[in-house]
């Protein structure tokens, strides 16, 4: 028997079938609502009643036990986030869904790859057992480019056999984003068995601007969708080679007015949308999925053809059975719009319960008592570090990181290394700064050291143990104390950020889980992050967000230049 | 690890990627054509890299160890039948692809519903054997009906165990349709038993004119497509209920024209089309999947949409993952057409080889050897049948079965019986006929008599063993004589059709397979069931096909009266 989201139960069954032929009244009955009909791709006036969590039935029903008048208000269902890494929020996943589930979202599919980078299947499992009980689906794909590559060293691998464990999980949905195309075209070892172990499986492909006969070599590979198109070419390129198009609108890129021009009359059933990230400023002031239907909307998109697409699309290609529609036998997990073309979400429901109201969460749709997250804490285990390990050689200094303010690339550098005594140092004047990646998963006292340009600070450190896709602890500095204080602090708060000058620490915060995330509220680890920002500017940067470009400062498998524990990379 | 259609082979994969970035040249290049393509929803010209029998790439390719110039020709996926029996087409599975595969077709999902209630899942085993290596994909879905009811006695029973190991063939789709609605919307435990063991799977649903609260009721217990509609606000509902419309173009039933304009911008990827019958005289004269498309274009629909309809939807929809489209990985199982709107198929290529041209199949696509299919030999196991087995008590001959031409749904009649002696006699001028059904299977020597009006036959008499669903052998008559002679003359050939005048034998045919379908090519089959129906029409017969309505004079799951082995039963 295969693994199922929502195993059947025959008494439920057997009350859903009295329910829908009108012989026992429903729990829910949501009385002469428009409903946002995705299926058929329009709207019409029916009740829907809902028994156990479940719809029962879609059109003319007697009052339930309970019922909301929904007269001149819309019924859709909740929305589906087709892509998105929760970790880009800094909050844990409790706090993500109290953030998003107001907006309208009702499921995410998540890609854990932070978490598994740091802690493996262990990691992935506390994840999971975080996401149980909340008020929306999370489902899981799994993480298929750990390590990122062999230029990094995270705190755990995930292989065949990981793959495996986590492919009966029945929140999994599939092999996730399958970045290391290169490795595909090539062919390689590694990849033909994850290939051949995610056999059957939905596969999500990850290939920025790959196009010609390389995009076919991928695609026909297997990643049956991508999120990474940014152009109207490109992405109609990988709809026509049988990739589903999953248009990204999230903090960092935003593809939804580029690529909208590609949704038409013979094209939508093979386009949704999805985030990739949220802020934790998105989440607090922007919105989630509710924001990019807004925006489709705005862009002409038709708004029942929107929904589809952050609905049944993306819940039909991750094979959720029984979600993304009013209809029977499906999830009752709704959203009430005030108004449809502005998406103006008036209560969300999930498996039948209102658990949001007016942009807040209802009192008890979160679970009374939240699994404290006690395996992700403690995550960092770093060797001492002494002011010698940061002396950068003159031989290795010929060369820099050239940081891109607003963009994840950058660019290989030759330069002439600021030479005092026998050792390569900062130079303020010249932005040429020191960027240090310390080993912290298991203390084996790997740093490495390089120069940065593009930072711009004027003195002190800026420190960060997010630092894709390692995550070990990642700074840049004008001064060696001030980047050892920096390091030293993040490591005393079990991993966090933090901004010195003069040895005095400016702002810190604590990212307890797993050295990467808050175990604070939204508001409160938004404000944490907006003193950290500042504190970056105070010391001279004029970055838009400098921990933000800080935190891929060590990432290898982006062209063209890292510095990561081992070293300076150029890729 | 999930079961596969096409297990992953990493030589060959290796092997594509090096085709598809054109540094090995592909076994097969088609040059030029205008791809039909059904994930974009429009036409363009590429060239089309194949190797192993899979499509490597869509671009420009150099020369492969063959090329094929498809300047002017339209290259589409090859056709899929969402829904069929091929039993309706009298032969066994190799001539139905025999016939089929020249006209586009490069699938079918069919329901073996009627080998399944002669000879259950050891049948259905016979009939998987047969459908391997054959020039097109066959796939099965699990019958869910057997018996029709308890009414009727078939030669076997299809239960939770036989649904199980069913599952397990990588060639097997899901559970096929539930016909049984009535049960469906009781909470049966047969049936909560059937739908606890098919969860995951896909479930055909087969619900003739249910509407309102019914249909929510029956389609919430799990039925995702639906090929029964009718009307268009039949198949409305339908798909707003969530199903799947199947668009039904039969050689019996014929719902094109009604449902067309169902299919609009907004409604058509939930929309695709299947043929659940097609008959000899079809299968040699009219066409298959090609014919239906056909129509579908001179009345509107764009040809384009059309060809997904019958190549993406359903392959999507039964989840055969890798066929039904025209882009990288998939299966390189494709037609030309000559012309694209009138659907002229000029080539048909299975895996990459050229099987059918010009109307026939190539010499060599078809194996070599065709194993024969022992297992379904011999199943007519009749007790000795005499003369007085036929008597029909006055007592029980007060009512009869008014059989609709055209309609395989009868009437319920009340009649004044014909008495002579003791026993109640048919009556030609009152065209009151006897109708009988002996059990065939089991050798119990059970047979049913009852009254049928409608067939208007002046003498003699008709047998045949195919009777849905239990297929016994059903005969209708004027003559007790001659309807036992009849029935000896089917049961002789181990299965088949006679029509019997006088004691004479007017015409018959065998049909040793399963004791319903014939072991010789489509034109002989077609010529003696014509023979046949033919002798009815002397015989006095003026419908337009007494042995395709006798066929489900048995049937005890449509209303009104039908006679099974069981006597006469009202439904």
Redesign the interface.
């Known amino acids: ?4 989201i929502s ?2 139960s ?1 008494a439920n ?2 009350r ?2 009295r329910v ?3 012989e026992e009244p429903a729990d829910l009955v949501l009385v002469d609502g428009t409903i946002v ?1 995705v ?4 709207t ?1 006036v029916a009740d829907v009643a809902i028994a156990d969590g ?6 003319q029903y007697a009052e339930g036990h309970v019922s909301i008048d929904l007269a001149g208000r819309w019924l859709a269902p909740s929305f589906i986030d087709a892509h998105v890494h929760t970790e880009s929020a800094l909050v844990w996943v409790p706090e993500f869904a109290r953030a998003v589930v107001p907006h309208g979202t009702g499921a995410i599919v998540t890609d854990p790859h932070e978490i598994a980078n740091i802690a493996g299947l262990p990691g992935l499992e506390v994840m999971r057992e975080a996401a149980r009980g909340l008020p929306m689906g999370i489902f899981f794909t799994i993480p298929s480019c750990v390590p990122a590559s062999a230029w990094e060293s995270p705190g755990a691998n995930f292989g065949v056999a990981e793959i ?1 464990a986590m492919a009966v999980w029945p929140e999994c949905v599939g092999l996730g984003e399958l970045m290391s195309f290169p490795d ?2 090539a ?1 390689h070892d590694g990849i ?1 068995a994850k ?3 995610s ?3 939905r596969r999500d492909g990850h290939a920025p601007g790959l196009r ?3 995009l ?2 991928y ?4 990643p049956g969708s991508d999120h990474e198109a940014t152009t109207y070419d490109e992405a ?1 390129e990988k ?4 990739q589903m198009v999953m248009i990204r609108e999230g903090s960092s890129a935003r593809n939804l007015e580029a690529l909208l021009p590609l949704v ?4 939508y ?2 386009c949704c949308f999805c985030s990739d990230d949220r802020d934790v400023h998105a989440l607090l002031h922007v919105g989630h999925m509710d924001h990019t239907l807004r925006l489709a909307i705005e862009l002409g998109l038709d708004p ?2 929107a929904i589809r697409m952050a609905t049944w699309t993306p819940a039909d290609y991750w094979r959720l ?1 029984g979600w993304g ?1 009013v ?4 999830q009752a997990n709704l959203v009430v719009l005030d108004d449809l073309r502005s998406v103006q979400v008036g209560m969300t429901m999930y498996q039948g319960q209102v658990v949001a109201e007016a942009g807040m969460i209802v009192p008890g749709a979160m679970p009374a008592e939240l699994p404290a997250p006690a395996g992700l804490l403690n995550s960092v285990h770093m060797a001492p570090l002494m002011l010698r390990n940061l002396r950068l050689d003159p031989a290795n200094a010929r060369q820099a990181v050239g940081a891109i303010p607003g963009e994840i690339a950058t660019r290989w550098l030759q330069v002439e290394p600021e030479i005092r005594g026998d050792e390569a140092v900062a130079s303020v004047p010249r932005d040429l700064l020191k960027l240090v990646c310390v080993e912290r998963h298991h203390a084996t006292g790997r740093v490495g050291v390089g120069y940065v340009q593009g930072f711009g600070l004027q003195r002190g450190a800026l420190a960060s143990s997010i630092a894709h896709d390692a995550h070990n602890i990642v700074a840049v500095g004008a001064d060696d104390a001030d980047i050892l204080r920096a390091i030293a602090m993040v490591a005393e708060n079990q991993g966090g950020l933090a901004a010195v000058a003069d040895g005095e620490i400016l702002a810190h915060m604590a990212l307890p889980i797993a050295g990467i995330l808050s175990d604070l509220p939204l508001a409160e680890t938004a404000a944490a992050y907006e003193r950290l920002e500042d504190a970056a500017r105070v010391l001279g940067s004029r970055l838009p967000s400098p921990f933000g470009l800080l935190a891929f400062m060590a990432l290898s498998v982006i062209p063209e230049a890292r510095v990561t524990d081992k070293g300076f990379v150029t890729v």
């Open positions: 028997m295969k693994k199922q195993p059947f025959v069954w057997r859903r079938l829908a032929l009108g009909d299926l058929a791709g329009d019409y479940v719809i029962a039935g879609v059109g495996a595909v075209l062919g033909a290939l051949s172990e056999q059957g499986m010609g006969p390389a076919q070599a695609v026909g590979s297997g109609l709809l026509r080679a049988g038409t009359d013979a094209t059933p093979r029942v053809r059975e529609a209809a029977p036998g499906f």
